[in-house]
């Protein structure tokens, strides 16, 4: 878990959203390796095979921190990052202005052939989530929403 140099993707990619954003200061961004787990089973979100300690993740915390733990894909580390950011920039914990705010930033800066990854690895278990992308057109969301209705359906 040992903290290491931001990348410059990083630093970069944080500055431009400060600006896109209007705002002046930004978080701290913390930048961590993870520690590789013994024994990693492999999974697959979207297509994409996975190990489990493979996943990086991301805090966020009321003073100006967020810590990402980073394992080397880089298109996870920057969903984690994103996630992160945006629960700065809202202040706030899983409600829908965040994921509304997650998903344009997503939309913005994760590359499409990501976004079905961002949303099985976010989504399925986070309603306003899926809403959030269904908003911007991510393909997969608006089906996923009728999926919901439907087993909800089936339950009533
Ligand atoms: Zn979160």
């Not at 190990?51 to 080397?72: A, H």
């Not at 700065?88 to 705010?101: G, I, V, Y």
């Not at 809403?131 to 209705?149: F, G, N, Q, S, Y």
């Amino acid at each position: 878990m040992a903290r290491v140099a931001t990348p410059l993707w990083v630093t970069a990619l944080v500055a431009r959203i400060l600006e896109d954003e209007g705002r002046r200061r930004g978080p701290v961004v913390d930048w961590r390796t993870r520690g590789r787990v013994e024994r990693n089973t492999t999974v697959r979100v979207a297509g994409v095979a996975m190990r489990r300690g493979e996943f990086s993740r991301g805090q966020w915390d009321l003073d100006e921190t967020i810590t990402v733990w980073s394992v080397g894909r880089q298109f996870d580390a920057t969903m984690v990052l994103l996630h992160e950011l945006a629960h700065w920039l809202t202040r706030a914990q899983h409600t829908r202005a965040f994921w509304a705010k997650t998903w344009s930033l997503y939309a913005r800066h994760l590359p499409r052939r990501y976004w079905r990854y961002a949303l099985e690895h976010e989504g399925e278990y986070r309603a306003w989530s899926i809403d959030a992308a269904a908003a911007l057109e991510v393909p997969r969301a608006r089906e996923l929403i009728a999926k919901r209705r439907a087993a909800r359906a089936s339950r009533a």
